[in-house]
């Protein structure tokens, strides 16, 4: 199996987010991959409990993650985004810090810290 560049793994996480693709979504994180909250708990572990996350949140209609910037450190990637949301409370956009480590062509572990949340204004 070719190794695939750190950028590219995330990229195509990204866009399997967008596309709200599970099983492509899926293809790039390890089988026992890990999701945390930045220097908190443990989220998910493993395909078992990560997908059934993602198909969750794939439900919401207005879902879309916005790169804003992306920095690549070795197998290291980090996402800055503005994520389109479905919050109980309206239609809004939340700010995500996402770290992923890449190893062996798939995200091994990931992080997230969520900033702030703004919700859209009906004219």
């Known amino acids: 199996m070719t190794t695939l560049d750190p950028a590219a793994v995330v990229q195509a996480q990204l866009d399997a987010y967008n596309a709200k693709d599970v099983d492509a979504l899926m293809r790039t994180y390890a089988p026992d991959a890990q999701q945390f909250v930045l220097h908190g708990p443990l989220l998910a572990q493993g395909h078992e409990v990560i997908r059934p996350r993602y198909v969750a949140r794939f439900a919401e209609p207005d ?61």
């Open 63 to 123: 879902l879309h993650a916005r790169l804003l910037g992306r920095t690549v450190l070795g197998n290291f990637v980090t996402d800055l985004e503005l994520v389109t949301r479905n919050f109980p409370e309206g239609l809004g956009t939340v700010e995500m810090l996402c770290i992923y480590e890449v190893v062996e062509g798939r995200i091994q572990r990931a992080s997230f810290a969520t900033g702030a949340t703004t919700l859209v204004t009906s004219p």
